[in-house]
């Protein structure tokens, strides 16, 4: 490859806009409250091209039946305390209600309003949908937003799984596009 394409080509990957990036994080469900029973895991992606997160939750063994589910975001230190509802005002859309265990599996457009609830919009979003979007990605990424379904025996929430992303970052695919570069300006000099 001639350098200037191999250098256009590079220079295309770091300028990749880092809200352009399809994003997933996964988390493991603990006991929100004292006594509480409940495990299980959560795989939560996010699709730019559609606005589309889709959270895939499995849980068992709650000491009550379900109520409601959501994410809260954004925990002013990672793993502590309890923060407000983000994503959905209510519950999920069709969130199952009245089992001790279950699967739910579902997207919702963030793209819409109504997939958030106001107060999180204004006070962590700047009163706009593309900041929400960010501050939640962030909250994710940083353990700082909770996956959290409550019961009639913990109403103010059962279990939460705390998310890591498990798609590099943009920066992790620039420094890999910065080294493969490196690795081509070397060997093209040794043949030289």
């Given at each position: 490859m001639?350098?200037?394409?191999?250098?256009?080509a590079?220079?295309?990957?770091?300028?990749?806009?880092?809200?352009?990036?399809a994003?997933?994080?996964?988390?493991?469900?603990?006991?929100?409250?004292?006594?509480?029973?409940?495990?299980?895991?959560?795989?939560?992606?996010?699709?730019?091209?559609?606005?589309?997160?889709?959270?895939n939750?499995?849980?068992?063994?709650?000491s009550?039946?379900?109520?409601?589910?959501?994410?809260?975001?954004?925990?002013a230190?990672?793993?502590?305390?309890?923060?407000?509802?983000?994503?959905?005002?209510?519950?999920?859309?069709?969130?199952?209600?009245?089992?001790?265990?279950?699967?739910?599996?579902?997207?919702?457009?963030?793209?819409?309003?109504?997939?958030?609830?106001a107060?999180?919009?204004?006070?962590?979003?700047?009163?706009?949908?593309?900041?929400?979007?960010t501050?939640?990605?962030?909250?994710?990424?940083?353990?700082?937003a909770?996956?959290?379904?409550?019961t009639t025996?913990?109403?103010?929430?059962?279990?939460?799984?705390?998310?890591?992303?498990?798609?590099?970052?943009?920066?992790?695919?620039?420094?890999?596009?910065?080294?493969?570069?490196?690795?081509g300006?070397?060997?093209?000099?040794?043949?030289?």
């Amino acid at each position: 490859m001639p350098r200037a394409r191999l250098l256009s080509a590079v220079a295309a990957v770091l300028l990749l806009p880092a809200a352009a990036a399809a994003q997933t994080w996964t988390g493991t469900f603990a006991p929100e409250a004292a006594g509480a029973t409940g495990t299980g895991s959560v795989t939560i992606s996010y699709d730019p091209g559609t606005f589309g997160l889709t959270m895939n939750a499995t849980w068992s063994g709650l000491s009550g039946t379900t109520q409601i589910a959501h994410i809260h975001c954004c925990l002013a230190a990672p793993f502590s305390g309890t923060v407000g509802v983000a994503v959905t005002p209510g519950t999920l859309p069709d969130f199952p209600v009245g089992v001790m265990a279950g699967t739910y599996n579902r997207t919702v457009n963030l793209n819409d309003p109504a997939s958030f609830t106001a107060a999180f919009v204004t006070n962590f979003g700047g009163g706009t949908l593309a900041g929400a979007r960010t501050a939640l990605f962030n909250g994710l990424d940083t353990q700082r937003a909770y996956f959290n379904i409550h019961t009639t025996t913990y109403p103010a929430g059962e279990i939460r799984a705390f998310t890591t992303n498990t798609v590099p970052e943009p920066s992790t695919y620039a420094l890999m596009a910065t080294g493969l570069l490196g690795i081509g300006l070397a060997a093209r000099r040794r043949r030289g």
